[in-house]
């Protein structure tokens, strides 16, 4: 009963370089999303997915990039990292029905980044 | 578009003390609404939750009515304890197609013995 796996759970950066944020989930879940997390400004949607092959921007999706090739996965690319991204990256899956509505989600227990 | 506005913070509290978290939103149509928890250190949970006006959500002692007439959704409880310290998010998910949350900034809680 895994729910949402990410790793790594901690990684600093220097700037320039790249890395991809793994996040899978067990539930087949047909939604997943990445946010963002800074002090005092709640979590800011990147991308999210409503099913495989399927992608769209959030809210701040600048500096980074996403793939859905799976249902279970969903990684998120930073591909010339900046200080600006330093932060606390979660993901999260939910399910959603037909008539649309969300059940809820499962969240991550978030990846750590520190751009130096 | 959709919006929470969730209470200035930090909170503190003496333990048993009561609590009320305030939650107020902005949707079109009828969303359904979401109270998630996160402890130190760990991703967010989902609290409680109500899908239609009226609805009482409720877990580990939380409450919180879903009212339409003032487009809020406070989180109630009665004795909080030490170890319900913890960044306290209110969401919404209006019912549309490709319906995702929207969060709330999030308040601190810090229950003190």
């Known amino acids: 009963n895994a729910g949402v796996t990410q790793t790594p759970k901690f990684r600093i950066l220097k700037i320039g370089q790249s890395m991809t944020l793994q996040c899978t989930q067990d539930?087949?879940?047909?939604?997943m999303y990445w946010y963002r997390q800074d002090p005092g400004m709640g979590l800011k949607l990147i991308y999210y997915s409503v099913g495989a092959g399927i992608t769209d921007k959030g809210e701040v999706p600048n500096g980074y990039n996403v793939s859905r090739s799976t249902t279970e996965d969903f990684p998120l690319r930073l591909e010339l990292a900046a200080p600006s991204q330093t932060s606390v990256y979660f993901c999260?899956?939910?399910?959603?029905?037909?008539?649309?509505?969300?059940?809820?989600?499962?969240f991550g227990s978030g990846t750590r980044l520190t751009v130096v | 578009g959709d919006s929470v506005t969730q209470m200035e913070g930090p909170v503190t509290l003496s333990e048993e003390a009561f609590l009320t978290i305030n939650c107020t939103y902005t949707?079109?149509?009828?969303?359904?609404l979401f109270w998630y928890v996160q402890y130190p250190g760990e991703g967010l949970q989902l609290l409680l939750k109500a899908t239609k006006a009226d609805d009482k959500g409720s877990n580990k002692g939380f409450e919180a009515t879903y009212r339409k007439e003032t487009t809020s959704f406070h989180l109630e409880k009665g004795s909080v304890q030490v170890s319900d310290s913890a960044v306290y998010f209110c969401?919404?998910?209006?019912?549309?197609?490709?319906?995702?949350?929207?969060f709330g900034k999030g308040i601190t809680l810090s229950v003190r013995p």
């Open positions: 949707a079109t149509g009828y969303p359904s």
């Open positions: 539930m087949n879940h047909n939604y």
């Open positions: 969401a919404l998910s209006d019912t549309g197609a490709n319906s995702k949350l929207t």
């Open positions: 999260a899956s939910s399910y959603s029905g037909e008539m649309g509505g969300n059940y809820g989600y499962t």
